[in-house]
């Protein structure tokens, strides 16, 4: 079983700090997608990544896939309350019974107070 | 235009009932999926349909039975409800393979 673990679990800060949310496995994926989840809602996409080191960037987030493709994280710079979620990272992978298939982290819960 | 619609949004019920939870998707997509998010906020995979075909069934109590009268709809058949099946249940779909997925908004059950 691929497991993703992501760090921290929780994360409060103060509107315009920076902050970085890490994921980690001894597994190596194809491509990791971050999504983010506000409440009462599913989970959106953010970014995919396939490229070991590769670097996205969306507006303040940035993206990096581990040179392995075995981590990633996520840097959000100046952050603001509307960046408050949860953040999940799950990473794609071959299943022998179910062929490509994602496996989610534990998720980030992300509040930024103003 | 809602891409991914499920239905309920609540649904509160007593141990023991059966209960439905249906789920449709306007996007085209090949690949639909049902995922449990438990309290904690993890996301694990229950089912995925492929042409109407089960494709992933993860450890998934056989009380839980996906059905998809066809491409668009993959509704979700729970039997004899129990207290742990309390959990926000998720629709998704997507191109298949890895890749991405579209949520619904997701249906929270509580079973008393």
């Known amino acids: 079983t691929q497991l993703l673990e992501q760090s921290p679990q929780f994360l409060s800060i103060q509107e315009g700090e920076n902050l970085t949310v890490y994921c980690n496995s001894s597994?190596?994926?194809?491509?990791l997608q971050w999504y983010r989840q506000e409440p009462g809602e599913g989970p959106v996409l953010l970014v995919t990544v396939v490229t070991g080191g590769e670097v996205k960037k969306l507006k303040r987030l940035t993206f990096q896939f581990g040179d392995a493709r075995k981590d990633s994280s996520l840097h959000i710079t100046a952050a603001q309350p509307g960046d408050t979620g949860l953040y999940l990272c799950?990473?794609?992978?071959?299943?022998?019974?179910?062929?490509?298939?994602?496996?989610f982290g534990g998720g980030t819960r992300l509040m930024v107070k103003p | 235009d809602t891409a991914v619609s499920q239905t309920p949004k609540y649904l509160v019920t007593q141990m023991g009932n059966d209960k439905s939870i249906k789920c449709e998707q306007n996007l085209g997509h090949d690949t639909m999926y049902w995922y449990k998010q438990d309290s904690k906020k993890f996301l694990k995979i229950m089912f995925s349909y492929n042409n109407k075909e089960l494709i992933i069934n993860e450890t998934v109590p056989n009380r839980f039975s996906p059905k998809s009268p066809d491409k668009a709809h993959l509704n979700l058949h729970i039997n004899s409800l129990e207290l742990g099946d309390s959990a926000v249940y998720f629709c998704a779909s997507s191109q298949g393979g890895s890749s991405p997925l579209h949520f619904g908004n997701g249906t929270r059950l509580t079973v008393t």
């Open positions: 597994s190596v994926f194809s491509s």
């Open positions: 799950a990473g794609a992978s071959w299943n022998n019974n179910a062929g490509n298939m994602l496996t």
